[in-house]
């Protein structure tokens, strides 16, 4: 079973500071709980590739061999399949999600609202797991992970706001 989920976020910084922060994989562990982000290639632009880590546990760079991790979680193995920029700073950016847990199609955009205004669109369309079992239970975890997506979304909103704010974004 495939489910979409989509959330949203006005920020208060201009769309190219904040597609700028959102695109930088590495630094999703800032925003998004749980998870370290490498990238394995150029992992800008279309055909670029780069895998998050998602769990509870240390994870620490390896040694000439990108994340090494300890703990409970699992890779999220991604290609970009779209990257669209617009004259206004903003863009978009598509995934797919390669990995044994997650499956299926991302999407990032930034949407200029203005010189100094953003939103910024997360949408997910996923394989869930666990077949049966994972489509009778999406109705009940599916407000946690609105909650944990939200509270990320609100971070990277707070953490882009202070980078313009204080000029160095």
Do not use: K
Not at 54 to 68: D, E, F, K, N, T
Not at 106 to 124: D, I, K, N, T
């Amino acid at each position: 079973m495939r489910v979409r989920l989509q959330r949203e976020v006005d920020v208060a910084a201009p769309a190219e500071a904040v597609w700028d922060y959102v695109t930088d994989w590495p630094r999703q562990r800032e925003w998004v709980p749980n998870t370290w982000v490498e990238n394995l290639d150029v992992a800008e632009g279309l055909g670029g590739r780069f895998r998050a880590w998602s769990g509870i546990g240390q994870v620490a760079p390896g040694a000439g061999r990108g994340l090494s991790r300890r703990g409970v979680g699992f890779w999220d193995p991604m290609t970009i399949t779209a990257w669209e920029r617009t004259p206004d700073g903003g863009g978009r950016c598509e995934v797919l999600h390669l990995g044994a847990v997650v499956r299926g199609e991302g999407e990032f955009e930034v949407l200029s609202r203005g010189p100094h205004r953003s939103r910024f669109v997360w949408a997910e369309v996923v394989v869930l797991p666990l077949g049966r079992c994972g489509a009778l239970g999406w109705p009940l975890v599916r407000p946690v992970v609105t909650r944990v997506i939200d509270r990320a979304l609100r971070t990277m909103r707070d953490r882009v706001e202070h980078l313009v704010r204080t000029g160095t974004a």
